[in-house]
C-alpha cells in the first residue's frame, strides 16, 4: 500500500528558531499533499493543500508567512513554521494523495514542541 | 460550510461487544466518505470509504459502514470488538468533486478485557 513519511517524528526548539518538517510519498507520486495540525483530543486541523509546483492554498485563519509549504516534487513537501513560538507546538501530519485524489495516505506525524 | 459530527466522543466497551460509531454530515450533494482509525502512538490508517454502490461498505478488521443518504450518516460498525480495537476513529467527508475532506472530532474507543 502507500505509505507516508514524516521527518522529524520529533523536535523540541526554542522560541524564535524555524523548524522545517518533511513528508514523503515512498512508493507513489503525490500530485497533492496536506498538512493538518492536531491538538489533543481533537480532530485534525486543516492548515493547507499543495500541489506540485505551485503555490499552497492555505485554510482560512492559517499564517502563510509563518507556515511556509513547498512542494517541490511528486514526493516530497516541507512545512517550515518560522519563528517558532510556544503555542505553535503541536502535532503535525500530512497526507498525500495520488493523481484519483480520492484517498489519501497520512504520514505519522511530527510532534513540535516550543520551549 | 459542512460539517461532520461524532457524536460519540469517548466510547468503552468490554471485549466482544458489538460497536457502533456514529457519524453526520451536513453537505447536501454528493459525497465521499471515509473512516480512518488512529491506533495509539500510530498515523491515521484508512479502515473502509464509501464512494458509490453498494451502501453497505466492507473495511479491514471486520469493520463495516452504512450510508444512509437520507440521514446523511455513515455509521461504523462492528459485531465484536477486541482490545486491539482501541484507537481513536474519525470520520470524513469529500464533498463531491473535492478532494479536500472535513474530519469529524473523533471518537476515542477503549475496549477493555
Known amino acids: 500500500g502507500a505509505v507516508v513519511s514524516q521527518h522529524p517524528s520529533w523536535v523540541i526548539c526554542k522560541s524564535g528558531t524555524s523548524v522545517k518538517i518533511e513528508c514523503r510519498s515512498l512508493?507513489?507520486?503525490?500530485?497533492?499533499m496536506f498538512w493538518y495540525r492536531q491538538f489533543p483530543k481533537q480532530s485534525l486541523m486543516l492548515m493547507a493543500t499543495?500541489?506540485?509546483?505551485?503555490?499552497?492554498?492555505?485554510e482560512q485563519g492559517v499564517e502563510k508567512d509563518k507556515f511556509l509549504i513547498n512542494h517541490a516534487s511528486l514526493t516530497l513537501s516541507t512545512l517550515t513554521v518560522t519563528s517558532a513560538h510556544p503555542e505553535d507546538s503541536s502535532f503535525y501530519i500530512c497526507?498525500?494523495?495520488?493523481?484519483?485524489?480520492?484517498?489519501?495516505?497520512f504520514g505519522p506525524g511530527t510532534r513540535l514542541l516550543v520551549l | 460550510a459542512q460539517s461532520v459530527s461524532q457524536h460519540n466522543h469517548h466510547v468503552i466497551l468490554s471485549e466482544a461487544a458489538s460497536l457502533e460509531l456514529g457519524c453526520n454530515y451536513s453537505y447536501g450533494g454528493t459525497v465521499n466518505l471515509f473512516w480512518y482509525v488512529q491506533y495509539p502512538g500510530q498515523h491515521l490508517q484508512l479502515l473502509l470509504k464509501?464512494?458509490?454502490?453498494?451502501?453497505l461498505v466492507k473495511g479491514i478488521k471486520g469493520f463495516e459502514a452504512e450510508f444512509i443518504k437520507s440521514k446523511f450518516s455513515f455509521n461504523l460498525r462492528k459485531p465484536s470488538v477486541q482490545w486491539s480495537d482501541t484507537a481513536e476513529y474519525f470520520c470524513?467527508?469529500?464533498?463531491?468533486?473535492?478532494?479536500?475532506?472535513?474530519f469529524g472530532r473523533g471518537t476515542s474507543l477503549i475496549v477493555h478485557p
Open positions: 464509501y464512494f458509490s454502490g453498494d451502501p
Open positions: 470524513a467527508v469529500n464533498p463531491g468533486g473535492s478532494y479536500i475532506p472535513t
Open positions: 499543495s500541489n506540485e509546483g505551485s503555490k499552497a492554498t492555505y
Open positions: 497526507s498525500a494523495s495520488g493523481s484519483a485524489q480520492e484517498t489519501q495516505y
Open positions: 512508493d507513489f507520486q503525490a500530485t497533492t
